[in-house]
């Protein structure tokens, strides 16, 4: 059992959880590492960085893959696809890009936010992207056309996390406006907000079954 973790440092640490200690760590960054994410397999990772790069790893080697370089600002947010081809990353650009991880090719923009991207989630089909962004909005995204289908408003600050249900039923986001929000992907709508909180909340999770939420 692996477990990631991503460093103002610049460094990704992987660590064994049964062992209780670090076995690799992954160094290329030139600047403090914002996000980390595990490839559905356990074989790879990606990670998100201040110095405006997204990175693909061998976490078996400690190996840099792929370094991607079209980013302008921080990346913020990165996440694999299911079948854990494609990877997602969503910069203070307001910019979210889909590249294959596989082959050499120019990655894909979608363009619509008007502020940082801090989330990305990317659908268990792999058709649909979600991203939360500073602008306050939810945004649904299709993989293949890069339209927006949807955009979900009802927070009132900075949207720092976004989480699909395994069914892709439901989408819960975290705000800075001390909420958090389940959402109804098919019709659009905001099904309850959870209100309930002291400060702000920073990051949301399904349970796998997506009975439960962890916020």
Do not use: C
């Not at 610049?10 to 992954?26: A, F, G, H, N, P």
């Not at 268990?124 to 992207?129: A, E, H, P, T």
């Not at 939810?138 to 993989?143: A, G």
């Not at 720092?160 to 069914?167: E, I, K, M, W």
């Amino acid at each position: 059992h692996l477990l990631l973790s991503g460093s103002a440092d610049t460094t990704i640490k992987v660590w064994d959880i049964d062992k209780r200690k670090e076995i690799k760590t992954l160094t290329g960054h030139e600047d403090g590492v914002l996000s980390v994410a595990f490839s559905p397999n356990g074989q790879f990772a990606l990670s998100g960085s201040r110095d405006k790069t997204a990175k693909l790893w061998d976490i078996h080697t400690g190996r840099e893959l792929y370094s991607f370089t079209g980013h302008n600002r921080e990346v913020w947010s990165v996440a694999f696809s299911p079948d854990g081809r494609i990877a997602a990353s969503g910069d203070g650009e307001g910019i979210i890009y889909l590249w294959d991880v596989s082959i050499d090719k120019e990655p894909f923009p979608f363009k619509g936010h008007s502020s940082a991207v801090n989330s990305v989630a990317l659908s268990n089909d792999g058709r649909l992207i979600v991203s939360g962004s500073s602008d306050t909005t939810i945004k649904l995204w299709d993989v293949v056309t890069g339209y927006v289908l949807h955009t979900f408003e009802g927070h009132k600050a900075r949207v720092n996390s976004v989480a699909l249900s395994s069914d892709n039923r439901w989408i819960i986001s975290a705000s800075d406006d001390k909420t958090m929000k389940l959402w109804d992907l098919a019709h659009g709508y905001e099904v309850y907000s959870f209100d309930n909180f002291t400060g702000v909340v920073k990051s949301v999770a399904f349970s796998p079954n997506s009975q439960y939420i962890l916020g």
